[in-house]
Every structure is written in C-alpha cells, then in structure tokens.
C-alpha cells in the first residue's frame, strides 16, 4: 500500500507535525509523476538542488506520496550532538566524500542495507547547490548512481521548480508574501542504466551513468520551465570555481 511505510510509527511523526503545517503556508507543491515512485521497496531518488529549501519540498513531496523522505548526510553530521541522532534515528545514510576502496565498500553496504530493509534514499547528484547562473543543473558526481548500481537500485530522477521564490540560492531569510508560492514537482522514469550494471565500478561506466542521469533531471526541468537548458551543462572547475561553498568571489 502506498502509506504502508508512512503509517508505522516513528520519528517522522514528529517532524511531520513540526514541519509541513509551516511548509504548507510558505509553498503549494504540487507533485506529477507521483506513480513513478516505488510505493514499496527499495530505491535512489536524484533531484536537482538550487536552494537551501530544496530538502524541505523534496521531503515533504515524498512524504505525501507514502514513503519516508531519507537523505545521504555528510559523514561529519552524524558525530554532532542531538543532530546526529536525530539522521540516526530516521535511518539517514552517512557519506564520505572520499574515493578510497574504503569508501567503494561502504557504497556496497548502504546499498545491501537498503534492500534488505526496502527503504528508499534522496541523493543529490550534483553534491551542492547549482553553479549554473540560471539554475539549470550542473555537473553531477557519481555518489547516486554508484549507490544505484551497487544495489541494483531504481534510479529515479526528479525536477522541482519555483522554491526559488521562497528561497533563493544563497538568500539568509525566506520571501514569506504572497504565502502559498507555487512550487512544482516533476518525478520522471527511472533512468535505464540495464547495460551498465553488473560492470566494474570504472570511471567510464560511472560517468555514462551519471550524464544519463543528469540529462534526465535536466529534461524534466525543461517540462517545468517551459525553456531549453543550455546545451553544454554547466562546470564549475572551467569557470574557476569550488564545487562546494559558495561561489568565488
């Protein structure tokens, strides 16, 4: 059933009393698409990212679909007090940036551990906010498609559009009027990686799979904007910025 996940009790309960009822003021989200999202199971949900807001909406949107909204979290948050038992305790993943084998092995574990439990996780692909000066995604990492490919994992691109409104890239306080700002919310297929699967975890394969994802989120923001996207994504190493933080000066 699609609340099955949503109606065992736990800590979401909490946090859903805390957070939607402001949310719901400030946004009025609306979700197409909403069959493409596993109502049970295991799965890796790959949005686009241009506010600090984004996490909300996208949380909320999952949500209300009937599945608890998890997050990859830096590995560093699950050390700070309260906050990290707070990702412990609604079963956030930790993440290490590092490329080590260390690191690959940890990818494998996650991935078992989400099928064993059939839980779905949100990973943004592009690692922070976008570069791009209009809010098209940028170059992704490879963090969601090798946690797809590890576990054999439905790999499920999302589009959200209209957070902007609310919260800008890089805004310190929320635009409250008008209340209610629309914010629509595209889920698309899940991106077909049936030929990469199986294949050492190389470089080639992980970046094959990662642009087929990013053209995915790329193209639903398209449907949303009702425009193109520039036809060379957006990298920030060729304009002389960090890839996390805040842009240069």
Known sequence: MAASERSRPSLF??????????????AKIRVTGAEKLPRQGA??????????LDPLIVAMSVYRLGRLPRFMA????????VVGWLLKR?????????ASAAAAKQTLK??????????GVIVYPEGTLTRDPDLWPMRGKSGAVRLALSGDLPLIP??????????GRYQKGLSLWPL???VNVLIGDPVDLSDL?????????????????MAAITALLEQLRDEKAPATRWNPTDHGQKETGRLDS
């Open 13 to 26: 309960w909490v946090l859903a009393v805390l957070v939607i009822p402001p949310m719901s003021l400030l």
């Open 43 to 52: 799965f890796v949900l790959a949005p686009n990212h241009y506010s600090e």
């Open 74 to 81: 830096k590995e560093s948050l699950f050390r700070v007090p």
């Open 90 to 98: 609604t079963g956030m993943i930790p993440v290490s940036r590092s």
């Open 110 to 119: 996650q991935s078992a551990e989400l099928v064993e439990h059939g839980r």
């Open 158 to 167: 999302m589009a959200q559009w209209g957070t902007q409104e609310i919260m």
């Open 180 to 182: 209610r700002k629309p």
């Open 197 to 213: 699967r199986g294949r050492a975890p190389e470089p080639a394969v992980l970046n094959e799979a990662t642009a087929r994802l």
